[in-house]
């Protein structure tokens, strides 16, 4: 069964940072598309980052400003996503989601476009 566990997320002040973990089991593809998605109250599933399998190519969130970056670790089978500067519309909670056999990179943002999720993790940026 694929598995996708995220770690990391907390309660932090506007300015701090966090580091999101996102360890995945349980599938070996050769090329895919795995990254984080945030839904805060009442909002819609966005995308905020993701980074490819195959050549590490990555992929933000207009939002994101440059304060946060994505990462990989293959040896470990694992997914980081770096979050400096945080804001207060930060807040949600954080899924990391595959999407197994990509597609154009024009839909890789979307969460319609990935097939396994994560639970997710809470992330609180308090004012």
């Known amino acids: 069964e694929v598995q996708l566990v995220e770690s990391g997320g907390g309660l932090v002040q506007t ?5 999101l ?3 995945a089991s349980g599938f070996t593809f050769d090329d895919y598309i795995i990254g984080w998605f945030r839904q ?3 909002k819609e599933r ?15 969130a207009d939002f994101v ?3 946060f970056t994505i990462s990989r670790d293959n040896a ?5 996503l770096q979050m400096n500067s945080l804001e207060p519309d930060d807040t949600a ?19 319609r476009a990935h097939d396994y999720w994560g639970r ?3 992330v609180t940026v308090s004012s």
């Open 15 to 19: 300015g701090g940072s966090l580091r």
């Open 21 to 23: 973990s996102c360890a």
């Open 40 to 42: 805060a109250p009442g």
């Open 46 to 60: 966005e995308g905020v980052a993701c980074i490819s399998s195959r050549d590490g190519s990555t992929y933000y």
């Open 65 to 67: 400003k440059g304060r």
């Open 76 to 80: 470990k089978n694992t997914v980081y």
């Open 93 to 111: 909670v954080y899924y990391c989601a595959v999407e197994a056999r990509p597609l154009l990179p024009v839909v890789h943002m979307y969460a």
């Open 120 to 122: 997710g993790t809470q």
